[in-house]
């Protein structure tokens, strides 16, 4: 389901606190860095804090208790994580973008995507590759992938050795059966996740900020 959010005028936004920080620290911004924390969130044991600043190296792991997390994986892309979630980032190289969602809930908003991007999500012995802006959805816990809006391409396995096209307002249930993409309907399921209701919030969050420097 594509969602009202205004254009990304600047996208590597590392806090929404005042739009003067913002502004500052959009220079620094590096893929891996964790803009927001709500709650309870740790980085690989270690309590963040709600201005943390600090970047997810290869083979470090974000978790939330009650609580959720905003992550820079490149300009203009947003990893969001549910209440009781985990993910390990795999590679934050610019041009190769990893992360594999060990538990919980996990969304991926993307608003700008180069032919240079190679943005993958793990999920099992699943892998995702993001091909078009739009808003993803993986739930370790359910076992399923979603597409709200967007384009991706799912491999079930590496032994299947093959690549699945899914759609907007499709999703995949990655249960050992054949993978297939089935129809869901996109407004009732946002209207029950609160992954996604908190995921927007962040996004007009930004949108806005952006709009607001554009106007300076």
Known sequence: MPRSRAMMVLSLATSLMVPSAYAQNTIAARPGTINYVEGQATLNGQELSAKSGVEVGAGQTVSTANGKIEVLLTPGVFLRLGDNSAVTMVSPDLTKTEVQVNKGT?????????????????????????LKNGLYEFDATAGTMRVFDGEAALSPSESAKKWIKVKNHHEV????AEAKPQDFDGQEVANQDPLYQWSKLRADYLGQANLNLAEE
């Open 106 to 130: 996990a969304e991926v908003e993307v608003d700008q995507l180069y032919k240079q991007n190679d943005l993958l999500v793990d999920q099992g012995p699943a892998q995702t590759k993001l």
């Open 173 to 176: 249930a990655l249960n050992g």
